[in-house]
């Protein structure tokens, strides 16, 4: 365990060297998406081959021993071979990284693995069959040519995927921890909260709150015993940027959180992390026993003053408690049910103490705001929003995945360069940002920087991240409904304008999408959007209505169609599908019919058969007896 | 109430946690991880132990999704439906799922506790979407048929 300061610098020198005698790392992606695709596998055997070919090889950085660290293969050169955090470009798993070259081999499976060790690793040679093509064919050898990293600009990101995340020492070794160790020894509390203020951090969770001003209203509070609290409840659908970080640079997030404690003088703290994550839970479990092993976690850290302990705290499965009182509660072992503010967080937050509560992403920022100052962070990103932004690219686009861009980046930079456009040439139709609280962004949209306070002006929010592409197959009104059947599923009851308006917002949207729509149906919606946003207790339920409005706004049209024609323009929506049969193409075996539940399929023998649109209830089980397919979906 | 229920593990994991009230939904979770689902005997224990209400612990065991106080299959097939499978069709795969093994929206589970079928808002392996989870082990890409092709696999092992 070190004691002070020059302790924990020669323990980073050692491995800063330890780390300089590993002459080339294979980094196996261990992030969620490459496990299932079996990446843990190849790890095994990537092992395994080098331990016959005789290749010096080293899991670790330098051997532990009863407290004895030695180097790795007697401090020769040697291979590091480890499993990183998520890379971002899930849809090319497993990923395989070699270094120092830079290589990024795509789509490893475990037949590759032979010809990596004897090519690449014994011989040095590039394999361009494992390597990422881009669409005219050519072969991106390193990981930066490919245009999915080519635009990004990674910060909070830098290191996942490039170490190995299951390890302190790794983190040490490109100089982990040095961000902390500033902050204790070479600056007071207020110096850290004006460096973080003058930074303009705002919170990543979606609110964009200064964080600077959180912790020093935290500072200035009576009460003496305080909380830091990490929001790792990422529960947006289709966002999942706080669980690489989690996943993939656990220790840079804990760094931030220790430097929170200090700045606001806390002694304790708690990460919230969704129950749906256990990969997350596992590795900031290892991430906490490895701190408090080395002494950066515990009673008189480093020999000063300040004592800091972390627990970690797992969700149950309610997307209401990223909502910041309702997280506190469930922390504190009750129903996660917001109440009314005032009192603030700040002033009465966890177990009724003074509480600072940020998310994953705004606390992996920290270290880098404290080790390179303010001036440098706001030379990235625009004036309101300094920083950089990790978003989840998902939905009907060709690269999906983890990115990290400057604040103040376009959408169409994002979608098109980025994202590659959209999957099967499709045509691009919306975008939403900021999952069930957020809008929906169309074509006029995507020159619009992504930044808080830009999005907010066109009606949507940044929210945590998620960005879901949706093609000309996506039905608004649908993405809709299920956009607020989320958000009613997941009311926690308290307050009547959410419980009850938005289950009848649910109805009329379920009644709209099955043809039953009424005149007046989606100004009917409006109005209830209106209400439940001016009423409603807490962030979820006042914002429960903003993708109705936002899809409202851009697709009036969309609505009117399915309200007054019973159309469904996407053709998306099953109960105002229309199945015909292709009578150039039927050659009257009847078998549909003997398929069809209700009988409304009839005809001759031999002669074309007919659906009575009437009767048919759209199952679809003709479709798929046809022995001719000359039964179609419009 | 079962007089023969066995409560020493019960006990073993109240103490693992420490008899205080916010221990209330570890201990739940850890419960449910070990009989798979939350038997209604546990609760006054629990209650007794913590230093709370038994309706304090019903209504955290009744608030949280994730908690089930019916048993749960042998496999629980996790369906993500959050919005970037629910875009690239999940609800299809649920369908299948629940066709296979004759399960609907309400009934969850197989009477033979084999499978249970639920859904969840997201997993957060959207890049993989649409993604089953099968006891915590992630299926990336699926579609109806290959979903079908899982079962029959699951139902060998069974």
Known sequence: ?634 | MNQSFDMKKVDEIIDSYGASQSSVIAVLQEIQEHYRYLPKEVFSRIAKRLGVSEARVYSVATFYENFSLEPKGKFIIKVCDGTACHVRKSIPILERLRSELKLTDKKKTTDDLGFTVETVSCLGACGLAPVITVNDKVYPAMTPDKVTELLEQLKEQK
């Open chain 1, 1 to 634: 365990m070190i004691k002070t300061r020059q302790e924990l610098q020669n323990l980073r020198d050692k491995y800063i060297k330890a780390g300089a005698a590993q002459k080339s790392k294979i980094l196996i992606c261990a992030g969620t998406g490459c496990v299932s695709g079996g990446s843990l596998e190849i790890f095994d055997k990537l092992s395994e081959i080098m331990e016959k070919r005789g290749v010096p090889c080293s899991l670790e950085l330098v051997h532990e021993d009863e407290g004895d660290i030695s180097l790795c293969c007697d401090g020769k050169e040697h291979i590091g071979l480890k499993k990183s955090g998520c890379h971002g470009f899930c849809e090319m798993g497993p990923l395989v990284r070699i270094e120092p070259q830079g290589w990024l081999y795509v789509k490893v499976g475990l037949d590759d693995c032979e010809e990596i060790i004897d090519e690449t690793i014994i011989a040095g040679r590039h394999i361009a069959r494992l390597a990422y093509k881009q669409g005219d064919g050519s072969v991106c050898k390193k990981q930066d040519d490919i245009p999915f990293y080519k635009k990004q600009t990674r910060m909070i990101l830098q290191d996942c995927g490039h170490i190995d995340a299951t390890s302190i020492n790794e983190y040490f070794a490109i100089g982990g921890y040095s961000a902390f160790e500033k902050a204790l020894f070479d600056m007071t509390q207020d110096e850290i909260i004006n460096e973080v203020t003058e930074a303009n951090l705002r919170g990543r969770g979606g609110g964009g709150f200064p964080a600077g001003r959180k912790w020093g209203q935290v500072k200035r509070q009576k009460e003496k015993k305080r909380y830091v609290v990490c929001n790792g409840d990422e529960g947006d659908p289709g966002a999942f940027m706080d669980r690489s970080i989690m996943e993939g640079d656990p220790h840079r997030m804990l760094e931030g959180m220790m430097i929170a404690a200090l700045a606001s003088g806390s002694d304790e703290g708690y990460i919230y992390v969704r129950a749906e994550y256990p990969l997350a839970v596992s590795r900031l479990r290892t991430a906490i026993a490895q701190a408090e092993k080395v002494g950066l976690l515990g009673d008189n850290i480093l020999g000063t003053d300040f004592s800091f302990n972390l627990h970690i705290s797992r969700g149950a499965g309610a997307f209401v408690c990223g909502e910041g009182s309702a997280l506190t509660a469930s922390i504190e072992g009750k129903r996660g049910m917001p109440r009314v503010k005032p009192p603030r967080t700040v002033e009465n937050g966890l177990f009724d103490k003074p509480t600072v509560l940020n998310n994953v992403e705004t606390y992996a920022n920290v270290p880098l705001i404290i080790e390179k100052g303010a001036s440098w962070y706001k030379s990235i990103g625009t004036e309101g929003s300094p920083g950089t932004k990790a978003f989840a690219l998902t939905g009907n686009i060709v690269n999906t995945g983890l990115i990290e861009v400057p604040m103040g980046t376009t959408l169409r930079e994002v979608i098109f360069d980025i994202g590659g456009g959209m999957r099967g040439g499709r045509k691009f139709k919306g975008v939403q940002i900021g999952g069930p609280s957020g809008g929906c962004l169309t074509e006029k949209d995507l020159d619009l920087p992504l930044d808080f306070d830009s999005l907010k002006k066109a009606g949507a929010m940044i929210g945590s991240g998620g960005l879901v592409v949706m093609d000309d197959s996506s039905c608004m009104v649908e993405v809709a409904r299920f956009f607020m059947s989320f958000t009613q599923n997941e009311s926690c009851g308290k307050c009547v304008p959410c419980r009850e308006g938005t289950k009848r917002m649910l109805a009329i949207l379920e009644r709209i999408t099955e043809g039953e729509g009424r005149e007046g149906d989606i100004e009917l919606l409006e109005e209830l959007a209106d209400t439940i946003s001016a009423t409603a207790l807490c962030g979820l339920g006042k914002t429960a209505a903003f993708p109705v409005v936002s899809t409202i706004k851009n697709f009036r049209d969309e609505y009117e169609a399915h309200v007054c024609d019973k159309r469904c323009p996407a053709g998306a929506c099953q109960k105002l599908k229309q199945i015909v049969i292709d009578a150039a193409l039927c050659k009257g075996c009847s078998k549909c019919m003997r398929s069809c539940p209700v009988g409304a399929i009839s005809g001759k023998v031999k002669e074309p058969f007919v659906i009575d649109s009437e009767k048919c209830i759209k199952c679809g089980a003709c479709l798929t007896t046809c022995p001719f397919h000359a039964i179609t979906e419009s």
